[in-house]
């Protein structure tokens, strides 16, 4: 069974950075277009960012563009996304997903970010 696991997440002050990883069992991911969403307590799941397949096109949401740099490894079937200059707005559970039949089918269980005032 085909699953991604995201790796990573922790507690950090505001003004920290951390990485987070994702990776796949049972597929290889350099096909599919990847991303990373996140979900803070009560709210809704935001999309933060997005790498085609061969990394020739990013895109990041207006919340994060100029902190958080999504990137992939297609040889370590990785994707990671480094966060720079955290605020704590930034704390949610953070998902990876891959684009299969044209929408986000397949996600990550999540990874918990929190970043402390």
């Known amino acids: 069974q085909v699953q991604l696991v995201e790796s990573g997440g922790g507690l950090v002050q505001t003004g920290g950075s951390l990485r987070l990883s994702c990776s796949a069992s049972g597929r290889t991911l350099s096909s599919y277009t990847m991303g990373w969403f996140r979900q803070a307590p009560g709210k809704g799941r935001e999309f933060v960012a997005q790498?085609?397949?061969?990394?020739?096109?990013?895109h990041y949401a207006e919340s994060v563009t100029g902190r958080f740099t999504i990137s992939r490894d297609n040889a370590e079937n990785t994707v990671s996304l480094q966060m720079n200059s955290l605020k704590p707005e930034d704390t949610a559970v953070y998902h990876c997903?891959?684009?299969?039949?044209?929408?986000?089918?397949?996600w990550g269980q999540g990874t918990q970010v929190t970043v402390s005032s």
């Open positions: 790498i085609t397949q061969n990394s020739g096109s990013i």
């Open positions: 997903a891959a684009v299969l039949g044209g929408s986000y089918s397949l």
